[in-house]
């Protein structure tokens, strides 16, 4: 199945139906110049995108007025808790399904897709399960896979499941969870494996939060992602979260992470969407707030393999935000008295095409300062370009003038940024270029030059060895590489480089930043352990993995400072 392909189909008849609603969507907004009473999951039809929304059972139950909206405005649902452990398998081998089956029928009621979420997560898990050896707790989970799965496997409603949700932890390391800590990392592919089996059809998802942007946490999900499918494990679909917050900042380069997975061949979605606030609410906070929401939509608009959006409930009447941050909430796109908010306007307008076109670049940034030299960094500040486009400042890159092809040297969404893996002894021409969301680039800052410092040689250099912590048979942990100066003079700042077997993926790694290329691994140290007198040692580690069988590890360990 392509991975553009938005949504499933899952019978000649509900593909019939889709057609025909596509159809009369498409109608309704060429035929209504002015839109603005269409309602969202129309306009996403139109784009071949769904808009969805969690559902609660309670409201659902009891609420006319969420049920009605509910009905209304979106063509997907995702069960909020009615389809997690703890309320589909609450004792072992004893199921209970009312609270799925009330919303999986409201959803074929409404033509309505259902994503189910979650089978294999640490959280709402009965402790029965927590407390099992590691041969009852995997067939555990594939029994339970195998039921929840099994039970929807033919209602053409329910199209999609989040497999595993959250596995890795704020760091981008794999969760040490109950699932973690007692069958290691193959309880992953092994859920998946079981998903498949269980409904051939459904497209099977790994969902995670704060991997919206690029940054160490989604790339080290990426990694995850390329590794399983290259061992034929079955991921089809990649969620992000996005519980975002306007306190915090828009995720950097969202469009371009999702584009990235989507290059893997994967579908891509955004699966509980909401924005909070510091409370109380206020016109100025809902206006940013609607940004966000629009930025989201066109992000997934974007991305041809990006099947649509989910939002994490629609009334702040019910949102999990205030209970779990204090003092925050307001989240999502109606008001607590049902009353669309400006987050409406924005999504609506985002899928009706509202989007405003722009063609203008930012203005020219500051010429950059360099400080911090050493011999392989550099930090650079400037001052703040503006965007008057309409699409938003979106960060700034950095270029090396080089004549003819100006290469990347770094990028970043503030004002400030460290160069990383600069040649020792180096002399560096550099300037700065502001983008806008829409990818514009303005005119390039003046430059700056400076000479990174002389490495090795005059008293320097290190080495590096690294240790096999633990292993199983698709990966292993390397725990501690040492890295010692062996010089007569303090190193400021160190590069190591080893060999990644072929076939070997990073799934994780703590205490420097690697990167790979091919199969050369480069490790170079943060700014807490860059600085080691003579005779002093740093350590990182790094997890990875390998195809089932294979007993290689890395080699070659080499240093540079
Ligand atoms: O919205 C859900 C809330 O009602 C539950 O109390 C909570 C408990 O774990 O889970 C919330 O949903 C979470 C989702 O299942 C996974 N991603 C984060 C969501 C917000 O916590």
Not at 147 to 168: C, I, L
Not at 513 to 524: E, I, K, P, S
Request: aromatic content about 8%.
């Amino acid at each position: 199945m392509p991975p553009s392909s938005p949504q499933r189909s899952r019978s000649r008849r509900s593909l019939a139906l889709a057609a025909l609603f596509g159809l009369l969507a498409t109608l309704l907004l060429y035929a209504t110049p002015a839109d603005a009473s269409a309602a969202l999951r129309q306009h996403a039809a139109a784009r071949g995108r769904f808009i969805g929304t969690a559902l609660a059972t309670g409201p659902l139950a009891s609420e006319t007025a969420y049920r009605d909206l509910a009905a209304a405005e979106f063509n997907q649902v995702t069960p909020e808790n009615a389809l997690k452990w703890d309320a589909t398998e609450p004792s072992q081998g004893q199921f209970s399904f009312g609270g799925a089956d009330a919303i999986v029928s409201f959803a074929a009621q409404n033509d309505q897709q259902v994503h189910g979420h979650t089978l294999v997560w640490h959280n709402q898990t009965p402790g029965w399960v927590q407390s099992l050896g590691a041969t009852a707790m995997r067939s555990a989970m594939q029994n339970h896979i195998s039921q929840v799965v099994g039970r929807y496997a033919s209602n053409p409603a329910v199209v999609s499941w989040d497999v595993v949700n959250e596995v890795f932890d704020d760091n981008g390391n794999l969760r040490a969870s109950f699932w973690y800590n007692t069958l290691g990392q193959s309880y992953i592919a092994d859920a998946f494996r079981a998903a498949r089996a269980a409904d051939p059809d459904a497209r099977l998802c790994i969902n995670d939060y704060n991997t919206e942007g690029i940054n160490a946490k989604s790339t080290a999900l990426y990694n995850l992602v390329s590794s399983l499918r290259q061992q034929g494990v079955p991921v089809d679909c990649v969620g992000f979260q996005s519980h975002l917050a306007i306190q915090y900042g828009f995720p950097g380069q969202m469009q371009q992470n999702l584009q990235r997975f989507a290059d893997l061949g994967v579908q891509v979605r955004i699966t509980e969407l909401d924005v909070r606030m510091v409370m109380p609410r206020d016109a100025t906070k809902d206006a940013t707030q609607a940004t966000y929401y629009r930025d989201v939509v066109n992000a997934c608009l974007a991305v041809t393999a990006c099947a649509g959006i989910t939002i994490w409930g629609f009334t702040d009447k019910y949102s999990w935000v205030p209970d779990t941050f204090s003092g925050q909430g307001a989240a999502l796109i109606y008001d607590q008295s049902y009353q669309r908010k400006p987050a409406y306007t924005a999504v609506h307008d985002a899928l009706a095409g509202g989007t405003v076109t722009d063609t203008t670049p930012p203005t020219t940034p500051g010429t950059p300062a360099a400080s911090g030299v050493t011999v392989s960094t550099a930090t650079l500040t400037w001052t703040a370009s503006t965007d008057s486009g309409g699409s938003g400042l979106a960060g700034y890159i950095v270029y090396r003038e080089q004549g003819a092809t100006d290469p990347e040297l770094g990028r970043g969404t503030g004002t400030s940024l460290t160069l990383t893996g600069l040649s020792a002894a180096t002399q560096y021409q550099v300037y700065v270029r502001a983008r806008d969301g829409a990818g514009n680039l303005s005119p390039a800052s003046a430059t700056v030059t400076f000479t990174t410092a002389t490495g090795g040689g005059s008293g320097g250099g290190c080495s590096a060895a690294g240790t096999v912590q633990s292993q199983w048979s698709t990966g292993y942990v390397v725990q501690p590489v040492t890295v010692t100066n062996t010089g007569t003079a303090t190193i400021n700042g160190w590069t190591v480089t080893f060999t990644l077997p072929a076939g070997h993926a990073l799934t994780g790694s703590w205490n420097a930043t690697l990167t790979v290329a091919g199969q050369t691994v480069t490790a170079r140290s943060l700014a807490y352990n860059a600085t080691l007198a003579p005779g002093a040692t740093a350590t990182f580690g790094f997890q990875a993995s390998r195809p089932s069988g294979d007993t290689a590890t890395p080699s070659g360990y080499t240093c540079a400072s």
